[in-house]
């Protein structure tokens, strides 16, 4: 027992969130670099072509340049057992990003210091914040020209609503940028740019206190500057709040520069210490923890197709307690038998290597014979965990799908369940139609893209999209509402999900307003949960 509670105690698993371009996929590398897992900066996604070596599983991917799929990043760093979600940074594939924060214990977010919270933060953040798990803000490329500390701090509280805690606090920037102010330690560290990419450029540690060592490092204009701001500070900003931050209410901030490599290592160092073991999960009115059940895991992902060769279908799970032993059967709740997991993997970056035992906080990738749903839950036989199913996020896009060749109606309904069972889309249906005209709506656009070819490549259906003007959508989940009943504008149109649960769709955000005005007792909801 106690060899499973310390492998899960040094657990880490956690999501590093941003705008594309803010940085995070430089964090992720320097971090892997501390890790002693890779040996070069650049390894991890550098340029396109560097990009196609480490996760890009599909043909689409390779085409346009970008990274659709997510990976898990696993390594070891000093005495902990390291889980990082890697996201996808494009903004289309927002969706995926979501379920996999669904997976992660904690958040870090990057922030471009020049260009402060983006439209892509702003999502993100809404989802850590309704899983209310601790956010670590980095805020990066401090080597740059960046806007003002004390805004930039406003703007994350006021525009995300959540409390600032700076844990150190930047001496100048771009060309002036001279190194970090450690307000715990109470110690500046001078900022060095001499080695981008390896390990930490020449720095020195000098006490606030050493006045003179200080103003020799900094220069004196600088000194009476950080002054005043510690002074600042002190008085002014929230505390650190350990519960707080656990309950993603306080995010911790550091300042750096990830190109440069500076305050990374500081950053991680204090991130892994201020973060939290693999947290317990809800399975009804219970919270199931991590050490004390036996294992217990939830599918966030499904991934077809990962290699070409094979057609296979890999489930991702996050293991939610206890110890995963390959040999052992277990229970999948869903499908309500039991089963062994086939060829259980560690899905790294560019590699995959069978496992025989992981631990709470994990992701395992298992082999899926097209069995398992995004939310199932398998765990041990003895016992008896169902866990609260992931949201499904509104699509904001819409397209009615027509197949081309009428008389492939079975592969294409096969396809398009296939695909909509992954999460990439979701399909609904009109009133008074078949399955032979459907309309398929996504999060990012770019999955219409990704559906067109799967289906053309993977069932061979072609088939014609024709993109709908619809951007909202809502569940109606008032009980006993009669659909024939509801009044709306001219924008409105009813359709149904494939649980037979009726929505609407809207163009424009203020008709969906108008329509609860105009009916009242009606109740919508922007998710559709099981
Ligand atoms: P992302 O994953 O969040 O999308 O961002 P990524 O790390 O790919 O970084 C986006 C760009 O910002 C890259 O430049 C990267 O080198 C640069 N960058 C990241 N961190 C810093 C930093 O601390 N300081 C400065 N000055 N730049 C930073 P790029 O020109 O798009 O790509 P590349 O040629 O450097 O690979």
Not at 243 to 259: E, H, N, R
Request: charged share 25%; proline share 4%; glycine share 8%.
């Amino acid at each position: 027992m106690s060899v499973i509670k310390d492998e899960i105690n040094k657990r880490r698993t956690f999501a590093i969130i941003s705008h594309p371009d803010a940085g995070k996929t430089t964090l992720t590398e320097k971090f892997l670099l501390y890790g002693g897992a890779i040996n070069l900066a650049g390894s991890v996604k550098g340029k396109a072509t560097a990009r196609h070596a480490v996760s890009d599983w599909m043909e689409i991917e390779k085409e346009r340049g970008i990274s659709v799929t997510s990976s898990v990043l696993e390594f070891e760093y000093d005495g902990y057992h390291i889980n990082i979600l890697d996201t996808p940074g494009h903004q289309d594939f927002s969706e995926d990003t979501y379920r996999t924060l669904m997976a992660a214990d904690s958040a870090v977010m990057v922030i471009d210091a020049s260009k402060g919270v983006e439209a892509q933060t702003r999502k993100l953040f809404k989802v850590c914040g309704m899983r209310g798990i601790p956010i670590f803000t980095f805020i990066n490329k401090l080597d740059r020209d960046a806007n003002d500390t004390f805004e930039l701090l406003d703007e994350i509280e006021k525009e995300l609503g959540i409390a600032t805690c700076p844990v150190n606090w930047p001496i100048g920037c771009g060309k002036n940028f001279k190194g970090v102010y450690d307000r715990q330690k109470r110690e500046v560290i001078t900022y060095s740019d001499t080695q981008k990419g390896t390990k930490e450029g020449e720095t020195t540690v000098i006490p606030i206190e050493d006045d003179t060592a200080v103003i020799n490092a900094i220069g004196q204009e600088r000194h009476d500057i950080l002054s005043d701001e510690i002074e600042l500070l002190d008085g002014a900003s929230a505390e650190y709040d350990l519960d707080a931050v656990q309950a993603g209410k306080l995010t911790p901030v550091f300042f750096g520069s990830a190109l440069t490599n500076f305050g990374v290592e500081v950053f991680l160092q204090y991130f892994l210490k201020m973060t939290t073991t693999p947290l317990p999960r809800k399975s009804g009115e219970e919270m199931i923890d991590p050490v004390t059940h036996d294992f217990s895991a939830f599918v966030f992902k499904i991934q077809a197709n990962m290699n070409k060769a094979h057609r296979d279908r890999i489930a991702f799970m996050r293991i939610c307690s206890g110890k995963f032993e390959a040999a052992k059967e277990v229970k999948h709740i869903q499908g309500g038998r039991t089963l062994r997991l086939s060829q259980p993997q560690q899905i790294m970056a560019d590699s995959r290597k069978i496992l025989d035992e992981a631990y709470a906080g994990d992701i395992i990738g298992v082999f899926d014979p097209g069995i398992f749903s995004i939310g199932d839950t398998v765990c041990a036989p003895s016992e008896d965990i169902v866990y609260e199913g992931i949201p499904t996020f509104a699509p904001e896009h819409f397209a009615r799908v027509r197949q081309v060749d009428t008389m492939k109606r079975k592969q294409f309904v096969k396809g398009i369940e296939q695909i909509a069972k992954e999460g990439a889309i979701q399909i609904f249906q009109e009133y008074n139609t078949g399955m032979e005209e459907i309309i398929v709506g996504v999060v990012g656009v770019l999955q219409f893209d990704v559906l067109k070819y799967r289906l053309e490549n993977e069932y061979n259906v072609e088939i014609k999209l024709e993109p709908l003007p619809y951007e909202h959508i809502r569940w109606i989940t008032s009980e006993g509402t009669d659909l024939d009943k509801i009044t709306g504008t001219s924008d409105m149109k009813k359709i149904k999900d494939l649980k037979d649960r009726p929505l609407l769709l809207f163009i424009n955000a203020w008709s969906v307003g108008m329509v609860l005005d105009r009916n009242p007792g009606l109740e919508l909801a922007e998710f559709g949960t099981d």
